[in-house]
Structures are given as structure tokens and as C-alpha cells.
């Protein structure tokens, strides 16, 4: 079952502009992690949040992590229009490996 | 980072055949893969567990005589769907976790899109 819902569903944006996205989750986690996919291929990971971390950046992205709201969001700052693409996030509530991705913002940056 | 490999990208079949996907991890030992689905413009659904060596555990609602599930090495895991039919049209996604990598990380494949006439 999906336990992740995120918004907006579509997010359409000009190049240069932040991106923020939001996910929320149903169950307690023992990590979130937010991969991208491009149309038609594989996933890739992004960054991994661990419960007991609020905050963690990785180049253009941030990621916050709100337990007691049981939510996440991931910012993508200067976007580029190689962004473009569908991002998920995914719960692991048992740090065996076990994801369950949520339903994904489609994201188009613009050039 | 790691790769996971899988095999073949796309494949094309005619209803009532059995198709073959095949999961390789390239540059570790796999302990863990797990299946995935994937319909158009939606999330991913997992399918199955698989642990080297046993019998796949698989998620409710889907049918393990429907989606055979092997992983006889710590590199590879086949999903094979049987009896294909049209609605088992699908992109089918593989990921792997296992020695020496870091807990919760997992590495997926690049996805096997199966069309059935």
C-alpha cells in the first residue's frame, strides 16, 4: 500500500526558480529518502533523512524532515531544466530496505 | 554508486506467454532485491521480497503463482510473469540492498517495460 502523499502532483516552474515539494507519510519511519526518475527509466537516489535528523542538504537540494507532522519536504533551489522529472519519496520503517514510495510530484522546469 | 542492472529494457509478447526479467547486481552482493510495478504516470507498487536463497515474500494482493520470483545468488534475481496477459502491462522495477552498502540505500535498475498483445 502507498502510505506517501505528495503535493502538488504537477509543478511546473521557469529555470532559475526554487521547487519546493511535500510529502507525508501515514506510519512512524526509520528514514524517508526522495529519489528522481526521468520518464521511462529508473530510479535514482537523491538524499537519505534519518528520523532523528530535521535538516540535510546535498548540493541544490534540501530536505526537512517534521516527525511529529510526519512530513518532508524537498527543495530544489536554481533549478535547472535538466530537473525535470518525477520526484518520490519513500518510507523505510524498518531500515530493511522495504520502501513504500508515495504517489510523486511531476515536475517541468522550463528554459 | 552501485549498479543494478536489468534485463531486457523492453520486451514485447503475446498474451499467454511467459516472460523472464532478469535483476544482476554488477559491483556487490545483493542479500535483498525487491520488485516493483509501475503503471503510467503513477507510483511505484512493490511487489515481492526476495532473499538470497529463500522463498520470496510477497505483498498482499499480489499472486506469487502469477510472479515467480528467484533469487539463486547474491547478484541475481529473476521475476518471471507467467501466463502474460495485456494488464500485466507494466513497467517492472528492480532495487537491491546488501553487503557492504550503506542501511536504507537502496540502488535500483534502470526498469523493464513489458507489453502483452
Known amino acids: 500500500s502507498q502510505q506517501g502523499e505528495e503535493d502538488p502532483q504537477a509543478l511546473s516552474i521557469q529555470e532559475g526558480e526554487n521547487a519546493t515539494m511535500n510529502c507525508s507519510y501515514k506510519t512512524s519511519i526509520n528514514n524517508l529518502q526522495w529519489y528522481r526518475q526521468n520518464s521511462g527509466r529508473g530510479l535514482v537516489h537523491l538524499i537519505l533523512?534519518?528520523?532523528?535528523?530535521r535538516e540535510k542538504h546535498s548540493g541544490r537540494l534540501r530536505v526537512t524532515l517534521d516527525t511529529s507532522k510526519k512530513s518532508s519536504s524537498l527543495l530544489i533551489t536554481a533549478s535547472r531544466a535538466a530537473d525535470t522529472a518525477s520526484y518520490f519519496c519513500?518510507?523505510?520503517?524498518?531500515?530493511?530496505?522495504?520502501?513504500?514510495f508515495g504517489q510523486g510530484t511531476t515536475l517541468q522546469v522550463k528554459p | 554508486g552501485a549498479v543494478v542492472s536489468q534485463h531486457p529494457s523492453r520486451v514485447i509478447c503475446k498474451s499467454g506467454t511467459s516472460v523472464k526479467i532478469e535483476c544482476r547486481s554488477l559491483d556487490f552482493q545483493a542479500t535483498t532485491m525487491f520488485w516493483y510495478r509501475q503503471f503510467p504516470k503513477q507510483s511505484l507498487m512493490l511487489m515481492a521480497t526476495?532473499?538470497?536463497?529463500?522463498?520470496?515474500?510477497?505483498e498482499q494482493g499480489v499472486e506469487k503463482d502469477k510472479f515467480l520470483i528467484n533469487h539463486a545468488s547474491l547478484t541475481l534475481s529473476t521475476l518471471t510473469v507467467t501466463s502474460a496477459h495485456p494488464e500485466d502491462s507494466s513497467f517492472y522495477i528492480c532495487?537491491?540492498?546488501?553487503?557492504?552498502?550503506?542501511?536504507?540505500?537502496?540502488?535500483f535498475g534502470e526498469g523493464s517495460r513489458l507489453t502483452v498483445l
Open positions: 519513500a518510507t523505510d520503517a524498518g531500515n530493511t530496505g522495504k520502501l513504500i
Open positions: 533523512i534519518r528520523s532523528n535528523e
Open positions: 532495487s537491491a540492498s546488501g553487503l557492504g552498502r550503506n542501511t536504507g540505500e537502496l540502488f
Open positions: 526476495s532473499n538470497e536463497g529463500s522463498k520470496a515474500t510477497y
